[in-house]
């Protein structure tokens, strides 16, 4: 009993208590795109080698990918308040996954991998449509603790990773991706009808859906220029804009190239790469249960700047560790979860938090879009940096994770400000 009443104190459960049925359908659910997504992650890179791509095509599909993201995130605002947050979710998932995943499990060249990249663009679309389906009616103080819950469900699918080695080693690196592609369209496409069986529509959205009935999404999209101007005119959304784009490139770098460095590099077997994708999840799981739910938005300044140098130590020390030094592997590997445990969340949550409540699709939109605008060139500039020498993609994650300090230091000082005038002038 006293375990049961402790469970019930925790912040987590709390928040799982308050949350809405959008919400928790949304928490519930994530498993089923999570436990495909990590199965495949780790050996994606691997993958497209395995099948003749060179590390230069490697980086041309990352950028094809983010330019993709832009286009979708780019036409997510309009198409969120238009169609609905569960519509846009329903119709705009099964492009992002549905597709992609029969192209990635069917690819026999680059070409499919291009074609696959177009496609899977679309989830910045489903990015902001299922964000606010899931949060835009709960109250702002549960959005880190819902944002965690929603990692968490995914953390906990990470646990099947070790599965993915099991497979390779028996049937072999392409067989088992090709398998593990459609195992990923199977779950995906569940979850994807799930949630449109069971969500409903949020009063943001109807709201939305109501003004712009009779609107063409032309000029819904030729009405973001004036949302992108008061954007423009806020600074704490443009170093949002900024901070989000640091972190997303370097997050998106290393996804494709740490695989390569450390197989090539560090004598790091390609059916052992699911067992330290393993351990993260581990490390970021407890962290999500115990120091995660304590973290607030309103004093982010350090937890922020400690995880974003928690990520330059952890880098440091993959670029300087010798061949075979799997012990200092593995700590970098703990250290980068220590760091994404918090700061997947709290940069998600100061991203719906900045911007205005009834612009919110499109402000997100536009901020979606210019992420990856900003991200697109460098997935191809890690690629040649790659054949150079296969640790300088990493140097350029070190110096936008040094920019992301700065940025968030910068949000910081704005949000000071804001709190010292509003004390004044009440």
Request: some cysteine; proline content about 4%; aromatic content about 8%.
């Amino acid at each position: 009993m006293k375990m049961l009443r402790g469970i019930r104190r925790h912040p987590l459960a709390q928040m799982a208590a308050r949350a809405g049925r959008n919400a928790r359908v949304c928490m519930i659910t994530e498993p089923l795109w999570a436990i495909p997504n990590f199965l495949y992650v780790p050996f994606v890179s691997v993958y497209m080698s395995a099948l003749g791509l060179s590390d230069g095509m490697i980086g041309l599909v990352s950028t094809v990918t983010m330019v993709a993201q832009f286009v979708g995130a780019l036409l997510s605002g309009a198409l969120t308040d238009k169609l609905g947050r569960k519509r846009c979710t329903f119709l705009f998932d099964l492009l992002a996954w549905g597709v992609p995943t029969l192209l990635w499990a069917l690819a026999q060249s680059p070409a499919w991998f291009l074609a696959g990249a177009v496609f899977n663009g679309a989830m910045r679309v489903t990015t902001t449509s299922w964000s606010l389906l899931m949060v835009e009616d709960e109250p702002p103080d549960l959005l880190v603790r819902i944002f965690t819950v929603a990692n968490i469900a995914g953390l906990i699918s990470g646990f099947f990773a070790p599965l993915a080695y099991l497979l390779v080693q028996r049937y072999g690196l392409v067989p088992t991706v090709r398998g593990l592609y459609w195992f990923a369209f199977a779950l995906m496409t569940t979850k994807i009808f799930i949630l449109n069986a069971v969500c409903s529509e949020t009063r943001m959205g109807r709201q939305r859906m109501a003004a712009t009935r009779h609107q063409s999404l032309f000029s819904l999209l030729r009405g973001s220029g004036a949302v992108l101007g008061m954007m423009l005119r806020t600074p704490k959304t443009m170093l949002t804009v900024g901070l989000l784009a640091c972190f997303l490139t370097s997050k998106s770098i290393t996804d494709a190239f740490w695989p390569l460095l450390v197989t090539s590099r560090l004598g790091v077997s390609e059916g052992s790469l699911s067992i330290y994708a393993t351990v993260r999840n581990l490390v970021m799981l407890v962290c999500c249960l115990t120091v995660v739910p304590r973290i607030s938005t309103e004093r982010f300044k350090n937890p922020i700047v400690v995880c974003f140098s928690l990520q330059i130590a952890a880098k440091v020390m993959l670029i300087c560790m010798p061949a075979g030094a799997l012990w200092l592997l593995v700590l970098s590997v703990v250290l980068e979860a220590l760091s994404l445990s918090l700061l997947n969340p709290l940069t998600e949550s100061l991203q719906v938090l900045h911007v205005d409540e009834t612009e919110r699709a499109r402000m997100l939109a536009i901020l979606f879009a210019v992420v990856p605008l900003i991200s697109s060139p460098f997935g191809a500039i890690a690629g040649l940096l790659s054949e150079v020498h296969r640790v300088l993609p990493l140097v350029l994650t070190l110096c936008l994770y040094v920019a992301a300090i700065a940025l968030s230091l910068g949000i910081w000082s704005i949000t000071q400000r804001e709190q010292q005038g509003k004390a004044q002038t009440a």
